[in-house]
């Protein structure tokens, strides 16, 4: 084995707060050769971006290192000065975020942004660089290679984001790159691409890699070795493939076994009553760009219609047109057989009440300058009138439905949440104006298994409860599977297939809908090469 390019050892980093410094992180030891991918799993909270942030010498405000030595080819990464230091950050070290939506500039050209930093680095001059990218976003099989650069970050669906920040990565040709759930918001199929494109880059360009994910199935693709956190400790190490086979600690066994579990729903309930929601011809798009194409449905009270498609389909579009947030061009909304205003500031505040929205990017979603308790509380005095005292009680019993203990969240801050800590104050914030309808993006993309399928039951018990009806965007095919009673296909902005769950998923299933179940990842680690071997990739 060679020498390693990032060697850490015995890394230790802590947190402030209220009540002084507290470590997070204890004692890790890793040694990461080039060309290999090293994969960090752990459910949310267990260290794995603080790890991964730590490699490059960085850390999120409020955390500190406080322990260990951090060596990049030689470099010690915690004394090296300052401007050496920002001069290996994007040049030889890049990092690939969780949410790309809150790390591009919304005033900036994409292509703009993907330059930037080679050009800074005096590496390659301006139409090399703007070359060079349309090549990487072909080589990723984004849309409109030659074009697509020359959007705003609004104007591309959350997986085209991620897909070119992952491009914006490679354009140094750095020597390590930490990967920070890249594919959480991509679909199934254009997974499959960026996956088997990060590979690639990886070997060709040999590259060493830390690939953080809490999709086990995608990093027994991508792994070389795999550390297993809880907790900021190391549970286990070792060889993707003995670690798949024969786990030999308690907390990996049950990650696996999560893994393979699905959250059986509670039968779905009849339809033999009039939709509570039902859409008429929409068509729907920014700009000169049409998006939705004709889009019909009909949603009944207390069932779950789960909407599927490949990235840039229309999903999160769809969403968006139905709270109002984007007006539909042509078609029509009806809410309980009354027409709902397409737009949104037209809509009374009861209209408004009854069809809340928990968002795919909860970086973006939630106030960064307000306390969690605010974030919830919000709602309930928008809506509800509720006075401070009701209110601080009914926010304590949001937060503990969703799993966050109020004693401890209520005074935080977004970002002093890990990424599935706020979106579980999405729903929770969702759930507070008492809606009968919510529409979930892409709401557990951000979250490990272990909290995902707590969420997915907790779902499925307040629509038992409440008899709140869900329309659910997701790529994850499982979820759908699930916690689905209906699907609703997208392609291209128009409906493949929609009806009953088991009649959708049942073979012969539409020729789309089939390349959509063969998408989802195993726990196999051949899976992967065996797609791109039988063509399917």
Not at 24 to 51: F, Y
Not at 424 to 434: E, F, H, K, S
Not at 465 to 472: K, N
């Amino acid at each position: 084995m060679s020498e390693p390019l990032l060697k850490i050892t015995g890394l230790r980093i802590e947190a402030g707060g209220a009540d002084g410094w507290s470590e997070i992180v204890h004692g890790i030891d890793l040694n990461l050769q080039r060309g290999r991918i090293l994969g960090l799993v752990g459910e949310s909270g267990a260290g794995k971006s603080t790890i991964g942030l730590a490699a490059m010498g960085y850390t999120r405000d409020g955390c500190r290192i406080s322990g260990g030595e951090i060596l990049f080819d030689g470099i010690d990464l915690r004394q090296v000065p300052e401007a050496q230091h920002r001069e290996l950050l994007g040049a030889r070290i890049a990092y690939v975020a969780q949410s790309a939506a809150a790390s591009f500039n919304p005033a900036h050209r994409l292509i703009d942004q993907h330059c930037e930093t080679a050009l800074e680095h005096g590496l390659v001059h301006r139409e090399q660089a703007r070359r060079d990218a349309v090549e990487l976003y072909r080589k990723i099989a984004l849309p409109e290679p030659e074009s697509i650069g020359e959007r705003y970050p609004h104007q591309v669906s959350g997986g085209q984001l991620q897909r070119i920040m992952t491009a914006m990565a490679m354009s140094c040709r750095p020597d390590l790159i930490i990967f920070d759930e890249p594919t959480t918001a991509l679909d199934v199929t254009t997974q499959i691409d960026v996956l088997l494109t990060i590979r690639e880059l990886v070997r060709e360009f040999q590259v060493a890699a830390i690939y953080i994910s809490h999709d086990l199935a995608v990093v027994a693709q991508m792994a070389d070795e795999v550390m297993v956190l809880k907790d900021g400790h190391l549970v286990e190490r070792g060889d993707k493939r003995r670690l798949i086979a024969e786990p030999q600690a308690d907390y990996t066994r049950s990650l696996w076994a999560v893994r393979n579990l699905a959250c059986e729903a509670s039968p779905p309930v009849a339809v033999d009553q009039q939709p509570l929601l039902e859409l008429r011809g929409i068509r729907a798009g920014y700009g000169n760009k049409q998006v939705l194409d004709d889009v019909s449905l009909k949603v009944f009270p207390g069932r779950t219609l789960a909407i599927v498609g490949e990235s840039g389909s229309g999903k999160s579009t769809l969403g968006r047109c139905i709270t109002g947030a984007l007006p539909s061009r042509e078609g029509s909304i009806l809410f309980q057989g009354k027409p709902l205003a397409a737009h949104y500031a037209r809509r009374s505040r009861d209209e408004l009440r009854s069809i809340q929205m928990i968002y795919q990017m909860a970086d973006t979603a939630l106030n960064p300058r307000q306390r969690i308790g605010d974030i919830v509380g919000r709602p309930l005095q928008f809506y509800g009138g509720l006075d401070a005292a009701r209110r601080e009680e009914r926010t304590r019993e949001l937060l503990a439905a969703v799993g966050l203990e109020p004693g401890r969240f209520m005074a935080r801050r977004p970002g002093e949440l890990s990424g599935g800590q706020k979106q579980r104050v999405g729903i929770a914030r969702a759930l507070a104006a008492d809606p009968a309808v919510i529409v979930c993006d892409e709401i557990t993309s951000a979250l490990d298994q272990l909290v995902a399928e707590g969420i997915l039951r907790l779902i499925d018990d307040l629509k038992q409860r409440l008899g709140i009806t869900y329309l659910f965007i997701t790529h994850d095919l499982s979820v759908v599977k699930s916690i689905a009673d209906d699907v609703l296909v997208l392609k291209a902005g128009k409906v493949v297939d929609f009806g009953d769950k088991q009649r959708v998923f049942t073979p012969p299933c539409d020729s789309y809908v089939t390349r959509l179940l063969e998408s989802m990842p195993q726990m196999d680690p051949d899976w992967l090469d065996g797609l791109a071997q039988r063509g399917v990739a």
